[in-house]
């Protein structure tokens, strides 16, 4: 078992991360739910790397929330999610939002299916929960992640803090090669669209 930190998930290779996806477990609804998480996602060669630095989106943060506040969340079949864009920098840097933490814009909505449900599974992943950015927007495009599916598990299960995802882009029938991230608890929100 290693003990695993935000930075050393970020500087593993795609066999290493599969390794540590396949070994992780489900995030219990109610660990994730009303938090924001730091994300980076890791580029596994310098085309990716370039490319990822270019868009500026190296760096993202995810949030979680169920619209029902009140009851079991885990209880729940799903709850949803969102994006948030974050001002450039480096892993060491603090994650701002944009344009503030104050008014952050807030995008690409998805779903989120406990381990073992929802649609596009295409038998992916059965550890893991799956974020389908198909919906959670009313009219998905490519820039809201329309074709996107992600794959979310805890890495070491007494640590609900670190998580490591998985992300297909889904054109059809096919799929582009997956890209991985990590992401970790930054903060507490209370936000439902």
């Known amino acids: 078992m290693h003990n695993h930190s935000f930075q050393s998930l970020t ?6 991360l599969d390794r540590v996806l396949e070994a992780g477990v489900p995030p219990a609804f109610s660990s994730i739910a009303g938090s924001e998480f730091r994300g980076w996602n890791v580029f596994g060669d310098f085309m990716g790397r370039a490319v990822g630095t270019v868009l500026g989106i190296q760096r993202f943060a995810k949030g ?11 209880g729940l079949e ?4 969102y994006n948030v864009k974050i001002q450039r920098g480096t892993k060491d840097e603090p994650w701002t939002a944009i344009p503030d933490d104050a008014r952050p814009t807030r995008f ?6 406990k381990a073992g449900l929802g649609d596009g599974r295409l038998g ?18 490519l820039f809201e992640g329309g074709g996107l599916k992600d794959f979310v598990v805890q890495v070491s299960a ?9 992300a297909y882009m889904m054109l059809g029938p096919v799929s ?7 992401i970790e608890r930054l903060r ?6």
């Open 124 to 141: 992916r992943h059965p550890n893991a929960l799956l974020l389908d950015y198909s919906q959670g927007n009313p009219k998905p495009g």
């Open 64 to 74: 979680f929330f169920a619209r029902d506040a009140g009851g079991d969340v885990d």
């Open 158 to 166: 007494d640590n609900p803090n670190l998580l490591l995802g998985k």
């Open 78 to 81: 799903a709850i949803e999610g």
């Open 11 to 16: 500087s593993l290779g795609n066999d290493e």
């Open 176 to 182: 582009t090669p997956p890209s991985f991230f990590v």
């Open 188 to 193: 507490k929100v209370d936000f439902r669209p």
């Open 108 to 113: 690409g909505f998805y779903k989120v299916w």
